[in-house]
């Protein structure tokens, strides 16, 4: 257990989709060469101009999973690029790191268990193998607001189970995806049966249940097939000890071993992102400051949900990063 130091403790947090919008990093890439150094790096290690996609768009063709995905880990790595030389300067250690869903790769290309170039083409493929895992239009997903985790699993059982009393319908489920806040659920499965789920949870009480817009059902045992073909590429992927834990979807864990890493990065694919316990993590080991570093706020926005006392600044663009280190120098003026 890490204990309390009179200096802040830090832990970064990395987003996953949902955070892109064109033009993200852009003011990085043309401020700083160590983030414009990471956009040339993506291009080259996949053979097209991911970059001009980020930039310049369109939405369309950004929002495709096999750009989101390595999008995303670009411009994050391009801010950790910038962050971290910061951090070291004024003897500000990374305690820990976490990332939602994808963000978890980020996670480890920032700790140095995974090298960028090995994780934008892994991502890219993980994109690539989510959105074959399932024929497009036969999956969903959708957020419920507002109803506590118990009402939500029975609903999803419910639902299952009904669907599963008609033979012809035995394969279509619904299962818990993301845990991200205690006032947000998502839920993950067959259209039918996640637009079923969702009704039932409007009459069990919540607040709102809304369909995502997403092109496939992630975080259940639909992704199997993306489970198994992820399983066989990173089997040849170099995995190193990480420089600080980094803690994974699955277990709500902390780890530092590459087989452990591997295994959670894989098992992730159809496994719930555990987000609230992630976030406790971070108060178990005195986590004082988390920066969420990359496109957006997100995980700014579910903190302020899980955890008040929990400091959250956010690097997406140079104003970000002044913000974050006057944060971390001066705490008393934030």
Known sequence: MITPQDTPNVAL??????????????????????????FEEADQALGFSLSKIIFDGPEETLKLTEHTQPAILTVSIAA???LEPELAARKLPVRLAAGHSLGEFSA?????????????RTVRARGQFMQTAVPAGEGAMAAILGLNLAEIEAACRSVTAQLHSDAGRRGEIVTIANLNSPDQTVISGSRKAVEQAAEDCKQRGAKRAVLLPVSAPFHCPLMMPAQLQLADWLGQIPIAQ???????????????QPEAIRGALIRQVTGAVRWVECVSVLQQNHVTHSIEVGPGKVLTGLNRQIDRALSTSNVEDPAGLEKTLERLTNPAAS
Not at 109 to 119: E, N, R
Not at 242 to 255: G, K, R, T
Request: net charge neutral; hydrophobic share 45%.
């Open 13 to 38: 947090l990395f987003p996953g989709q949902g955070s892109q919008t064109v033009g993200m990093g852009r003011a990085l890439y043309e401020t700083y060469p160590a983030a414009r150094a990471v």
């Open 80 to 82: 950790w690029r910038v």
């Open 108 to 120: 480890h290309v920032a700790a140095g268990t995974l090298t960028f170039a090995d994780a934008v």
């Open 242 to 256: 990480p420089h600080f834990p980094v803690v994974c979807n699955v277990d709500a864990q902390p780890l530092t």
